[in-house]
């Protein structure tokens, strides 16, 4: 059942009363919603609006049959940004799940290469492209890193911090114990396409929230065996910084929405 968890979700609500039909028939039964955030974050660029944690929680908040919102992503160590994005989760009521982020330093010294060489620039393109470029590509590619080189630059850092096993196994740790029959996948990574498949051989409700050009081919495959996919475009509104809104609110009057996201 939906019950408006702000006067500003309220008033969205009257505005578009199909989308808040749709998704009381799609949450049903006792939902479970699991956030893959770094991939949140990789599809805001093609969104061309951004999510703003808290507004997307209390609007979760607003539907009784969700029992569950967890909420992964890894903390880069002694960066505040970073470190306040986990407080702010777990201030929000989200079940944070985070682990350090890993640094990688990847060399890009070129002075004891030939310029010719696929050495260095191999770390970075993989090898079916790799195998596609011209000798004038490595050498113009490799003239590029020289210059980074001469600039004092020598390795690129590369951030990895990879929450696919966790995700997977928490969403199959839940349907072991019967705690969720409906699962709400916010990630269009084809990784989980096995977990997912898991899912709805047991009989489960699995839908992924994404953007339809977001969703990997993996997962469009289980589409047969009864994967849904819900493009996240149809709730903007309510989940989007306010500054970002599209459609005029009179009043806005709810004090607990009254309080500055963050984020906006």
């Keep these: 059942m939906f019950k408006p968890f702000t006067e500003r979700i309220a008033l969205l609500a009257k505005k578009y009363p199909d989308r808040i039909q749709e998704l009381e028939s799609l949450l049903v039964d006792k939902v479970g919603i699991y956030i893959d955030y770094s991939n ?13 944690l ?15 919102v967890k909420f992964y992503n890894g903390t880069l160590e002694g960066d505040a940004v970073s470190e306040g994005l986990i407080e ?7 079940e944070v799940i985070t682990k350090p982020v890993k640094i990688m330093n990847i060399p890009i010294n070129v002075a004891s290469i030939p310029i ?9 393109i993989r090898s079916p492209l790799l195998r596609k470029l011209t000798i004038e590509t490595i050498e113009f590619l490799n003239r590029k890193l020289l210059e980074l080189n ?27 114990t019967s705690e969720v029959f409906t699962f709400i996948l916010w990630s269009g990574d084809g990784d989980f396409a096995d977990s997912l498949e898991r899912l709805l051989n047991a009989k489960r409700k699995c839908i992924v929230f994404s953007t339809a050009r977001r969703v990997a081919r993996e997962l469009n495959a289980l589409r047969s065996k009864g994967l849904l996919i819900y493009d996240i475009h149809k709730i903007r509104n309510f989940i989007c910084w306010k500054k970002e809104i599209d459609v005029k609110l009179e009043p806005l009057k ?10 906006a």
């Excluded at 949140?40 to 703003?52: F, T």
């Excluded at 808290?54 to 569950?68: A, E, P, V």
């Design 116 to 124: 010719n060489s696929p050495d260095i620039i191999k770390n970075f």
């Design 150 to 176: 001469k600039q004092g630059i020598m390795y690129l850092e590369h951030r990895k911090c990879n929450f696919d096993v966790e995700i997977g196994s928490d969403m199959l740790v839940d349907v072991a």
């Design 88 to 94: 702010d989760a777990k201030r929000y009521g989200y």
């Design 254 to 263: 709810s004090k607990k929405d009254s309080s500055p996201s963050p984020q």
């Design 40 to 52: 949140v974050i990789n599809s805001q660029d093609n969104l061309g609006w951004r999510i703003d």
């Design 54 to 68: 808290r507004r997307l929680k209390q609007f979760l908040n607003s539907f009784d049959t969700i029992c569950k």
